[in-house]
């Protein structure tokens, strides 16, 4: 699959500096041997446009690391976002080729002990909307459906959404789904579809962007939206309570509705000051202005 990228960095201001200035860096440089001026996310397309936006907010304000501490070296800021899906976020880190995985889901076990030192950051708590077109027939008569009808249409049973209800008009479903290497398709398999799979004929998207756009491009589109995505497009689509639980903020933060989600980094080493400067300013007041400005929920 074609990695999405998003490459985050802006020009260096140029300071004329005195002679004590340039003794001073040339210390501090030489203090940071191992230093790295570029820091890279990979994984999650939930979780990518949060970090390039806080990663941007971020390189305006400080410009060079210095500017975040003294201790750092007066070099660039660059905060490199990819979004390939949460299993390329895992296989990031196991591989070495970013300095922090994205998953917009739990870590399997099967992952974590594949690490030695390995940590997590929950950036924001997020759910999966079954939303259709808001121009659906079905927003006039139907405002729930069941686990039961939910598994029925993804799996293809349904097919007309006559079949949902005999007074909708009997138009093809046209299903929506994440590409399976994203962390939502294993979600939604897990809350929903358990061992009942997702039919062949569903759309992949490759981005969950691209899943809420199909559903505002097709009338007769069902999918399922991440909480964000539902959020910045509530004009255009209608959210479903599932087994009569609306995806509500508090009914997702106390665990009522079923289908929700993790939104996270992960590492498998210690930080470096960089990075660490980096992660306290996503979980700052302005990272979480940004989480909210994307629909999600940040973690307080």
Same mark, same amino acid.
């Given at each position: 699959? /074609?990695?999405? #990228?998003?490459?985050?960095?802006?020009v260096a201001l140029i300071f004329s500096c005195?002679?004590?200035?340039?003794?001073?860096?040339? !210390?501090?440089?030489?203090?940071?041997?191992?230093? /790295?001026? @570029?820091?890279?996310?990979?994984?999650?397309?939930?979780?990518?446009?949060?970090?390039? $936006?806080i990663g941007t907010k971020f390189m305006e304000e400080y410009v060079t690391w210095d500017k975040v501490s003294s201790n750092l070296p007066n070099e660039k800021i660059s905060i490199y976002v990819s979004?390939?899906?949460?299993?390329?976020?895992?296989?990031?880190? +196991?591989?070495?080729?970013? $300095?922090?995985?994205? +998953?917009?889901?739990?870590?399997?076990?099967? @992952? !974590?002990?594949?690490?030695?030192?390995?940590? %997590?950051? +929950?950036?924001?708590?997020?759910?999966?909307?079954?939303?259709?077109?808001? !121009?659906?027939?079905?927003?006039?008569?139907?405002?729930?459906l069941d686990s039961d009808t939910i598994r029925k249409i993804f799996s293809g049973e349904y097919k007309y959404w006559s079949d949902v209800d005999a007074s +909708?008009?009997? /138009? @093809?479903?046209?299903? #929506? #789904?994440?590409?399976?290497?994203?962390?939502?398709? @294993?979600?939604?398999?897990?809350?929903?579809?358990? %061992?009942?799979?997702?039919?062949?004929?569903?759309?992949? $998207?490759p981005s969950m962007g691209a899943l809420g756009t199909k559903i505002v491009e097709n009338e007769n589109a069902i999918g399922?939206?991440?909480?964000?995505?539902?959020?910045?497009? !509530?004009?255009n689509l209608f959210a479903f309570k599932v087994d009569g639980v609306e995806p509500t903020k508090e009914n997702i933060l106390n665990g009522q509705y079923k289908i929700q989600r993790p939104l996270m980094f992960i590492k498998n080493s210690e930080l470096s000051e960089s990075e660490n400067a980096f992660v306290n300013y996503v979980f700052s007041d302005i990272g979480k202005q940004v989480v909210e400005e994307n629909g999600y929920i940040p973690v307080e």
């Open positions: 699959m /074609k990695k999405i #990228i998003l490459f985050l960095s802006i005195n002679s004590n200035k340039t003794d001073n860096t040339s !210390k501090t440089a030489s203090s940071n041997t191992n230093f /790295k001026a @570029e820091i890279s996310f990979d994984g999650s397309s939930s979780l990518a446009p949060v970090m390039a $936006s979004s390939a899906g949460s299993g390329a976020g895992v296989k990031s880190i +196991l591989d070495n080729t970013a $300095s922090f995985g994205m +998953l917009a889901r739990k870590i399997r076990d099967s @992952e !974590k002990t594949q690490m030695t030192n390995y940590k %997590e950051f +929950l950036v924001a708590s997020d759910a999966l909307t079954v939303s259709v077109n808001a !121009k659906n027939p079905i927003v006039q008569i139907k405002d729930n +909708l008009p009997q /138009k @093809e479903i046209v299903v #929506i #789904i994440r590409d399976l290497s994203g962390g939502a398709y @294993e979600v939604f398999q897990e809350s929903i579809m358990g %061992e009942t799979q997702i039919s062949p004929n569903a759309i992949q $998207s399922y939206a991440s909480y964000g995505v539902y959020n910045q497009n !509530k004009d």
